[in-house]
């Protein structure tokens, strides 16, 4: 099987992912070719709904965790000292990259439709997870404003974070498979 990668004049608006391969049917030499196809779009409130969803799952458990296992300062909120305080970055890390590396979405972004893709649609990998994620505070900072202003201001809708990963955020059904034979 062959992969090929076009870009057209409309490469702003998609990017074909071909993938070809021979088929032999009754002697004769047959091809089977798919392209799929992404069309971006922006879902500023999808994205911001499931990015709430998302975090409040993680900061729930957080808080959960430092009530169960912190204790009690003298300002009466609980604290994780030590060897407890490494759970949180680890669940932290499983919870967004690992979960996001093998499902092509998190929670959030499950309810609300939404998946990660490359940007040719390929299914994304650990290091394109941990590439976006890297990138979430620069995201989230300042109530998300940064992502705002470069989802709007990218032909792809893209925030930093899917910028340094090259991924996009769509919705399944943005991403259509055509499959054509040939002899």
Known sequence: MHVVK?????????????IYSNYYIFGNRSYLMKIRRVKPNRYIKLRIF????DYGIYFTVFLLYCYCLG???DEGNYQVYGILALPIPILWFFYFVILEAVNQSMPGHD???????????AKIGFTDALKRR????????IYGIPALICIY???????????????????????????????
């Not at 076009?6 to 071909?18: A, G, I, V, Y």
């Not at 499931?50 to 969803?53: G, M, R, V």
């Not at 309810?111 to 649609?121: E, P, R, S």
């Open 111 to 121: 309810i609300c439709g939404l998946v990660v893709v490359k940007a040719d649609g």
């Open 6 to 18: 076009l870009k057209s004049d409309f490469s702003h608006f998609f990017d074909f992912h071909l």
């Open 50 to 53: 499931a990015t709430i969803i």
């Open 134 to 141: 890297i990138l979430d505070r620069i995201d989230i900072f």
């Open 71 to 73: 204790s009690k300062n």
């Open 153 to 183: 201001n990218t032909p792809k809708f893209q925030r930093f974070g899917d910028l340094f990963a090259d991924t996009l955020v769509v919705k399944k059904s943005d991403i259509v498979d055509t499959e054509i034979s040939f002899r």
